[in-house]
């Protein structure tokens, strides 16, 4: 994760923050084994994250914040194989 802060004139405050994140699971579960190869299985899991924020006095006691906010995640399977048969020679 990495962020940043910068207080501004005025007593206006902002800041912005990205983060992100890999992850690569195998699943035994979902693995077998054949005299033709081995199959196995692993979860992918990506994420991103990126969020921006502005701060600022609004009349005298009010103070009013805004941003905006992006998020991606994302899941897959994937198969891998090992095939066992190799060729004579």
Known sequence: ??????DFAGGSTGH???AGDYEKTSVPY??????????????IRRSFEA????????LQRNRLT??????????????????GLEPAG
């Open 51 to 58: 969020e921006a924020q502005h701060s600022f006095r609004w």
């Open 66 to 83: 805004w941003g905006v906010n992006f998020r991606r995640h994302e899941h897959r399977r994937q198969r891998q194989r090992d095939r």
């Open 30 to 43: 979902l693995a077998f084994t054949s005299p033709f190869g081995n199959d196995d299985w692993a979860l």
């Open 16 to 18: 912005l923050q990205v």
């Open 1 to 6: 994760m990495w962020r940043a802060e910068k």
